[in-house]
């Protein structure tokens, strides 16, 4: 009995030891798994060329995940034994497997069938481009090169698989990293052209997955294939934040930082939008004509008066939520904040572009209104001293009675002048030429 617990101590450690040497932070779509050993079979004198070049281990790609193909066998008929492997696809709902399997060479084509019909022809000399072709017409693709497979059946992987192009990083034109330093990188793939000479050049951009699939890099490989033959060059370029771009996304509350690595990005998600050159083109042509009343007429001059003097908010007092919606409809340039004393107007407006909504006690009067407003944002740190605000009210406290736009340097007593940095200040008149 002691003999056989000091065996089974020993086999213990020794399972330990091989179950420490493994790490811990493998990613389980990079791991493809293989039987313990290739029956393989070099060809035979009388099998041709075009076939007996098939046989051998390749590594690389189908649909931008892991793919090993082995011919173990070939024959001059053109009939192969070939193992299919497979890794992870948390996109594609697949898991790692694999398995024997028949295949034919015909035509300088490895032809496999089943739920699939897959075909390998060569793209080069040691390189070959392959497609899977589903029963309703729906065509992946991907790349694989020759490697050795000694090595692979001892469990061999490279660190960076073969990739369906040439890799390559694009600098962003507006955004650099935080330091400032240098331009953000964008990971891209680049197809040359099939032939010699000049060639136009298409681009496609990815990026709009989520969870662990945003790290995902896409090749857009059977693209890529089908615009060459056709005379393109072409450039698969990922959005920052995907891939291994770098940046912020923009469609997250989770990106990645400049050094690659995850990172939450909840204050800065508007970034990736505000920052096009397009946006506030956009914005512009969403604006709708305003109706010939005093609060359309009141709000359409707060728009103009944000972008003129470049102001950090709008902040109006409304009631029913419509002096909120009719500042939201005006598309401005700075947040706006409303401040209303009824909870079912703050949750209403919690739905309109722009509007950050804050409950705050009822006014009885205008007077001292923008005071007490400006006094309780800066506690909710909604703004800061010194910067310039709009401030949009009414006399009234009717619905509808908006009539007041005043400008606001928070912090600042009514009864001091501007200071000499305060774009409101009066200019100095300029002396005539003569």
Same mark, same amino acid.
């Given at each position: 009995?002691?003999?056989?617990?000091?065996?089974?101590?020993?086999?213990?450690?020794?399972?330990?030891?091989?179950?420490?040497?493994?790490?811990?932070?493998?990613?389980?779509?990079?791991?493809?798994?293989?039987?313990?050993?290739?029956?393989?079979?070099?060809?035979?004198?009388?099998?041709?060329?075009?076939?007996?070049?098939?046989?051998?281990?390749?590594?690389?790609?189908?649909?931008?995940?892991?793919?090993?193909?082995?011919?173990?066998?070939? %024959?001059?008929?053109?009939? #192969?034994?070939?193992?299919?492997?497979?890794?992870? !696809?948390?996109?594609?709902?697949?898991?790692?497997?694999?398995?024997?399997?028949? #295949? %034919?060479?015909? *035509?300088?084509?490895?032809?496999?069938?089943?739920?699939?019909? =897959?075909?390998?022809?060569?793209?080069?000399? *040691?390189?070959?481009?392959?497609?899977?072709?589903?029963?309703?017409?729906?065509?992946?693709?991907?790349?694989?090169?020759?490697?050795?497979?000694?090595?692979?059946?001892?469990?061999?992987?490279?660190? @960076?698989?073969?990739?369906?192009?040439?890799?390559?990083?694009?600098?962003?034109?507006?955004?650099?990293?935080?330091?400032?330093?240098?331009?953000?990188?964008? &990971?891209? %793939?680049?197809?040359?052209?099939?032939?010699? $000479?000049?060639?136009?050049?298409?681009?496609?951009?990815?990026?709009?997955?989520?969870?662990?699939?945003?790290?995902?890099?896409?090749? =857009? !490989?059977?693209?890529?294939?089908?615009?060459?033959?056709?005379? =393109?060059?072409?450039?698969?370029?990922?959005?920052?934040?995907?891939?291994? !771009? &770098?940046?912020?996304?923009?469609?997250?509350?989770?990106?990645?930082?400049?050094?690659?690595?995850?990172?939450?990005?909840?204050?800065?998600?508007?970034?990736?939008?505000? *920052?096009?050159?397009?946006?506030?083109?956009?914005? @512009?042509?969403?604006?709708?004509?305003?109706?010939?009343?005093?609060?359309?007429?009141?709000?359409?001059?707060?728009?103009?008066?944000?972008?003129?003097?470049?102001?950090?908010?709008?902040?109006?007092?409304?009631?029913? $939520?419509?002096?909120?919606?009719?500042?939201?409809?005006?598309?401005?340039?700075?947040?706006?904040?409303?401040?209303?004393?009824? @909870?079912? %107007?703050?949750?209403?407006?919690?739905?309109?572009? $722009?509007?950050?909504?804050?409950?705050?006690?009822?006014?009885?009067?205008? @007077?001292?209104?923008?005071?007490?407003?400006?006094?309780?944002?800066?506690?909710?740190?909604?703004?800061?001293?010194?910067?310039?605000?709009?401030?949009?009210?009414?006399?009234?406290?009717?619905?509808?009675?908006?009539?007041?736009?005043?400008?606001?340097?928070?912090?600042?007593?009514?009864?001091?002048?501007?200071?000499?940095? *305060?774009?409101?200040?009066?200019?100095?008149?300029?002396?005539?030429?003569?």
């Amino acid at each position: 009995m002691r003999r056989l617990l000091i065996v089974f101590s020993t086999l213990f450690s020794i399972f330990m030891q091989n179950a420490q040497a493994q790490p811990l932070s493998v990613d389980p779509e990079s791991i493809v798994p293989l039987p313990d050993k290739f029956d393989m079979e070099m060809p035979a004198p009388d099998v041709p060329p075009e076939i007996a070049r098939f046989q051998g281990a390749w590594i690389g790609t189908w649909q931008d995940d892991r793919h090993i193909l082995v011919v173990e066998r070939v %024959t001059p008929d053109g009939h #192969a034994n070939v193992v299919f492997a497979q890794s992870d !696809s948390a996109f594609y709902s697949m898991n790692r497997e694999w398995w024997r399997d028949k #295949a %034919t060479i015909a *035509d300088g084509v490895l032809t496999m069938t089943g739920f699939r019909t =897959f075909r390998y022809a060569f793209d080069g000399p *040691d390189r070959l481009y392959m497609t899977a072709t589903l029963k309703n017409g729906g065509v992946t693709s991907g790349t694989l090169v020759r490697t050795d497979a000694i090595r692979l059946a001892a469990g061999d992987r490279p660190i @960076e698989w073969p990739w369906p192009g040439e890799r390559v990083s694009i600098p962003h034109l507006t955004v650099r990293t935080p330091d400032g330093a240098r331009p953000i990188m964008l &990971e891209a %793939t680049f197809y040359p052209p099939a032939g010699p $000479g000049p060639a136009p050049l298409a681009i496609f951009t990815h990026g709009s997955d989520v969870g662990r699939n945003q790290l995902r890099t896409w090749s =857009f !490989s059977t693209e890529a294939h089908w615009l060459r033959d056709n005379g =393109f060059a072409v450039l698969a370029l990922m959005r920052r934040g995907r891939g291994r !771009s &770098e940046g912020i996304n923009g469609e997250e509350d989770f990106g990645r930082d400049h050094e690659g690595s995850l990172m939450d990005v909840s204050a800065g998600i508007a970034q990736a939008v505000e *920052d096009d050159p397009l946006y506030r083109t956009i914005m @512009e042509a969403q604006r709708q004509t305003p109706e010939a009343t005093m609060p359309d007429a009141i709000l359409a001059a707060v728009h103009d008066v944000t972008h003129t003097i470049k102001a950090s908010a709008i902040v109006c007092w409304t009631k029913s $939520g419509s002096t909120g919606l009719r500042a939201s409809r005006e598309r401005p340039e700075a947040p706006i904040i409303a401040l209303t004393p009824l @909870e079912s %107007t703050c949750q209403r407006l919690t739905l309109s572009w $722009g509007v950050t909504p804050v409950q705050v006690p009822a006014w009885r009067t205008a @007077e001292g209104m923008v005071e007490a407003g400006m006094r309780q944002l800066l506690q909710k740190k909604l703004i800061r001293r010194g910067e310039w605000v709009v401030a949009v009210a009414g006399t009234t406290t009717r619905a509808g009675g908006t009539n007041l736009l005043r400008i606001v340097q928070v912090g600042r007593r009514p009864d001091l002048p501007p200071s000499p940095a *305060d774009p409101l200040r009066p200019q100095a008149p300029r002396k005539r030429r003569r």
